[in-house]
């Protein structure tokens, strides 16, 4: 069943290093780094809520 469900949609799979990300939680704490994971997200949400409808 599951399989039927995932064919009905498309998908993909982003992998994103954030250099030195790791400095980020130890100098600013994870409060701050979770704050730039979140942003980073939503960056990611609206550029590809825009693209989606240029890319066939």
């Known amino acids: 069943m599951w399989s039927t469900v995932m ?3 498309d ?3 982003l ?3 954030l250099n030195n990300f790791k400095q980020v939680n ?3 704490g994870h409060a701050v780094g979770d704050e730039i994971l979140r942003a980073m997200a939503e ?3 609206r550029y590809a809520d825009s693209a989606m409808y ?3």
């Open 43 to 45: 960056c990611l949400i």
């Open 15 to 17: 992998y994103l290093d």
């Open 11 to 13: 998908m993909s799979v």
């Open 7 to 9: 064919a009905m949609f």
């Open 26 to 28: 130890e100098n600013y």
């Open 54 to 56: 240029h890319v066939k």
